[in-house]
């Protein structure tokens, strides 16, 4: 029941933005954290933004400067404002929400940065 769906990703060329959205639902607890994951191939699955129910982020030094993570609490959806991309942030980009007692993953979305 409980559901991540990620929109937003896709191809793009070095220095364009694009913004990642994640809705959740299902959920019968409050979401605590909400996170924003990325793979490329034949790597590991690595944090890049972090945004605490209050509001509190941090970020992955690879992306300091030119992501930004929110959350509409009342929509219980989270952003990925990400601009300057640059062929390194290629990858498939995770979101992940934290409830009380589990980690819940999104389906993944690839995201291109190619000229």
């Known amino acids: 029941q409980v559901q991540l769906v990620e929109s937003g990703g896709g191809l793009v060329q070095p220095g364009g933005s694009l913004r990642l959205s994640c809705a959740a639902s299902?959920?019968?607890?409050?979401?605590?954290?909400m996170y924003w994951y990325r793979q490329a191939p034949g790597k590991q699955r690595d944090m890049v933004a972090h945004?605490?129910?209050?509001?509190?982020?941090n970020y992955d030094d690879s992306v300091k400067g030119r992501f930004t993570i929110s959350r509409d609490n009342a929509k219980n959806t989270a952003y990925l404002q990400m601009n300057n991309l640059q062929p390194e942030d290629t990858a498939v980009y995770y979101c992940?929400?934290?409830?009380?007692?589990?980690?819940?993953w999104g389906q993944g979305t690839q995201v291109t940065v190619s000229s």
């Open positions: 299902g959920f019968s607890f409050s979401i605590n954290n």
């Open positions: 992940a929400a934290d409830s009380v007692f589990q980690r819940y």
């Open positions: 945004i605490s129910s209050g509001g509190g982020t």
